[in-house]
């Protein structure tokens, strides 16, 4: 099982919008609407930010939001702040022996 | 208040052994999956294998399958990833994760993470 493909970093200034992109197979992220977004802070464990491809936990601001066009799913951090700044990490099931994969992790520096 | 609290920092030799723990609390340890993932250092997520205390069942990614053992019990609600002969690669932080009921991948409560280092 491969990990899915993000871009190593991506930058914004505050106040802007920024996508992060995850790309998949038609095995992972292509199957299932079950692609998960998560933000990690240095030293700190990660946080969910996103589930099931859009749906956002109780507490998460709605300036985070997620989509999915066939293998690739997309996380969308709109009003940029300095506290965005963090790595993002993408996931999705990918069947029922595996269950799940991670993406390689997107660094967001907020300039 | 709904917890993962991991077992602390380990140091151990190439070859050895060693299995880390991770207590739930605050909810019904049986009706949740617990998941691993590993970081090793300054570097990304890796999902290793998931485990339902209710039943045992457990499926590992194929990059770690004969590698680790996960297994629980669910008596005292912990859940625990073992090593029967560790390497120099297997440095890394070990988190376990709990995703929401009915999910698989939205792990929405972390543990705070098991330091493992290994070195001769």
């Known amino acids: 099982q491969s990990a899915l493909t993000q871009p190593a970093s991506v930058s914004g200034s505050p106040g802007q919008s920024i996508t992060i992109s995850c790309t998949g197979t038609s095995s992972d992220v292509g199957s299932y609407n079950l692609v998960s977004w998560y933000q990690q802070h240095p030293g700190k464990a990660p946080k969910l930010m996103i589930y099931e491809v859009s749906k956002r936990p109780s507490g998460v601001s709605n300036r985070f939001s997620g989509s999915k066009s066939g293998n690739t799913a997309s996380l969308t951090i709109s009003g940029l702040q300095a506290e965005d700044e963090a790595d993002y990490y993408c996931?999705?099931?990918?069947?029922?022996?595996?269950?799940?994969?991670f993406g390689g992790g997107t660094k967001l520096t907020v300039l | 208040e709904v917890q993962l609290v991991q077992s602390g920092a380990e140091v151990k030799k190439p070859g050895e052994s060693l299995k880390i723990s991770c207590k739930g609390s605050?909810?019904?340890?049986?009706?949740?999956?617990i998941g691993w993932v590993r970081q090793m250092p300054g570097k990304g997520l890796e999902w290793m294998g998931i485990i339902y205390p209710g039943d045992s069942d457990t499926r590992y990614s194929p990059s770690f399958q004969g590698q680790v053992t996960i297994s629980a019990d669910k008596s005292i609600s912990t859940a625990y990833l073992q090593w029967s002969s560790l390497k120099a690669s297997d440095t890394a932080m070990y988190y376990c994760?709990?995703?929401?009921?009915?999910?698989?991948?939205?792990?929405?409560?972390w543990g705070q993470g098991t330091m493992v280092t290994v070195s001769s």
């Open positions: 994760a709990r995703p929401l009921i009915g999910y698989y991948d939205a792990f929405d409560i």
């Open positions: 605050g909810y019904s340890f049986t009706s949740y999956w």
């Open positions: 996931c999705s099931y990918a069947g029922s022996s595996t269950f799940g994969v």
